[in-house]
């Protein structure tokens, strides 16, 4: 039996997926079948929460041998494969909707939607939940298809979300886990060594997303009051589990292993970029040199076949601006990113130099060619005159290459400005 939910929380506070702990640890009857699965939908939507995810927990009788997938409370959470027999949906139905009930932040604009069910929607819903936009009375015909159970709260706009959290078929996956804090720390600084969390992002290659060596940051933990210890990313759940456990940190009260869409790209629409509010992949050619403008963010205009178009690397993205200002005119590239409607611009969360043109720097004009005298522009298009003889010629300025600090190849934010979706180039290499 699948239970799905989504807007439960408000931009301010709680975290979705402590809804899911709190959810296996009441229908501890039933065993998880499968992991419980933390997808993320597309970023661009307007009324987007902090992170924009959904989650869906299959519950039922395990059958074969089971992994341990976490710990809630000092109760061990078994997974398995395969089921031997489903969960009572009434059960599962009214445990969900008294937890996403008791927890949901309401009042702080949270519209939750909680969807039981057997068997899931059409795939098509997690695909236009995660590129677009989707209506909910779209939702609605789909769920009534399958027969699920819906439970809406101030709106029920979750539904939405919820629905294509449990829509999802993976192509491409990655794990999370995360950890949870007792409630009488949630608000207190967090204890967590810096230190053990480089180390971690060293050794465990399969790991992504955790540490910004640069500028010696880690990026696992909220800097919020939510009862999230840390959250570690990567592509190998065992290597995942090891890497979590080589932290030095205070005592989680839980952990649970998520099977997540983050870092898969599964945002991207692969065209030139046309409605806002969407993430697209396309190549296209710099247009004008890059300019900074206020609030330090960096624009170059590019052009794609249906004209041209302003890209953007916004000032949280640091050192990634300085590549974007090295581009130049006739530069060909691959851009990833968000279609922002106003004011229209494209904000670059990855980009591929493909080419990059000769930058050639004027040092003075030509000499003329009959006396060897200096000569004077006659403005655009009008060649020199020798200020010495009077000829005039239609040679070009003398120049010197200036050497390019930008070469073809792949380039991304730092860890601190990426999307959930955005896949890292550390996993594009696979
Ligand atoms: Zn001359």
Redesign the pocket.
Known sequence: MFAAFDDTDSTESMCTTFLATELVKALRVYDLIGLPRLVRLNPAVPWKTRGNGALCVRFGVGRGQGQMVGEIDGIPIYSYERMYEEADRTTVLETAERIVQKWSRTTEGASPGLVVSEGKPAQRLYWEAVRGIVEKEDTLRELQKIGADIVGWEGGRGIIGASAAMAWRPHDRTYEIITYRSPDRWGTPRHLEDGSVRDMDLKYTTTFNNYDHRTDRRAISPHTNCPVLFGVRGDDPTELMNAVFSLRSETPARWLMFLSNQGTDDHLISAEPTLPDRSYDFKATVAEAPRTIAGGHVIVPVSISTGRLEAAAYEPTKEFRELVRALRPGDRVRLFGELRAEPRTLNIEKMQVISTVIERQKVSNPR?P????STKSMGSGGGYR?K????RNELEAESVEVPRTIVPGWYEPPVCARRHLGKPLKRMRS
Request: hydrophobic share 0%; aromatic share 0%.
């Open positions: 003329c009959e006396c060897g005298g020798c010495k003889c009077g000829h």
